[in-house]
């Protein structure tokens, strides 16, 4: 039997991760969008001069424009670059307010946080979650799988599914909100068997977001 239940057309669910070695050096990015009737789709590209925090955001970007191309309004993204996470749910809103500056100097990687925010305003909601790397998230895997193979020999098949339920931990609501008017860190809902964040500590069903 199939793992994966998602019965609304409107939601995906991306995993994202981005390879560079040596750092800078060559690299490549990788997602794994799931979206419903249990339809997985992948890409991943390769670059020849970048550095691994790019290649993380380049990820998520690439990840972006195919949920918003085909369609969807909501989007669950699980990703373990702590960097991207938390720039894109928590410190991009001062960076604008700043005109994308830090200081007085400019806000490294500027050109990638202004799409990824772009995108990320495209969409009704989007949930923001943190996972360890290399651990138990199985698709976030199959991403850092990808990108190491499209950086070091070409892109490969993955045809197999795996659940959704991961040591992943609630970080960020992207609503329009937290750049039209008072920024707040959501809380996650107190539900039972949600509290999982990091290994050891349990588990999160991304099905029920």
């Known amino acids: 039997m199939n793992p994966l239940h998602i019965k609304y057309k409107d939601i995906g669910y991306l995993f994202t991760d981005g390879?560079?070695?040596?750092?800078?050096?060559?690299?490549?990015?990788?997602?794994?969008?799931?979206?419903?009737?249990?339809?997985?789709?992948?890409?991943?590209k390769a670059f020849n001069k970048t550095t691994n925090n790019r290649m993380e955001m380049t990820s998520m970007i690439l990840g972006f424009e195919r949920a918003k191309n085909l369609g969807l309004k909501k989007l669950v993204v699980v990703s373990d670059s702590a960097y991207v996470i938390d720039g894109l749910g928590l410190w991009s809103k001062k960076w604008i307010s700043f005109g994308w500056k830090r200081?007085?100097?400019?806000?490294?990687?500027?050109?990638?946080?202004?799409?990824?925010?772009?995108?990320?305003?495209?969409?009704?909601?989007?949930?923001?979650?943190?996972?360890?790397?290399?651990?138990?998230?199985?698709?976030?895997?199959?991403?850092?799988?990808m990108a190491n193979a499209q950086q070091d020999f070409g892109p490969i098949e993955r045809t197999h599914s795996g659940p959704l339920?991961?040591?992943?931990?609630?970080?960020?609501d992207i609503i329009h909100a937290h750049y039209d008017g008072k920024y707040a860190k959501p809380k996650p809902p107190k539900k039972k068997g949600y509290h999982a964040a990091r290994p050891g500590m349990g588990q999160t069903s991304l099905l029920a977001m």
Not at 27 to 34: D, E, K
């Open 19 to 44: 390879a560079c070695e040596p750092n800078p050096g060559p690299g490549a990015a990788a997602y794994v969008l799931i979206t419903e009737i249990c339809k997985i789709h992948l890409e991943s």
């Open 103 to 145: 200081k007085t100097v400019d806000v490294m990687n500027t050109d990638l946080w202004k799409k990824l925010v772009a995108l990320a305003l495209m969409f009704e909601e989007v949930k923001l979650f943190w996972t360890k790397g290399h651990a138990d998230c199985y698709y976030n895997n199959w991403a850092d799988e």
């Open 165 to 172: 339920v991961v040591p992943a931990k609630f970080k960020y």
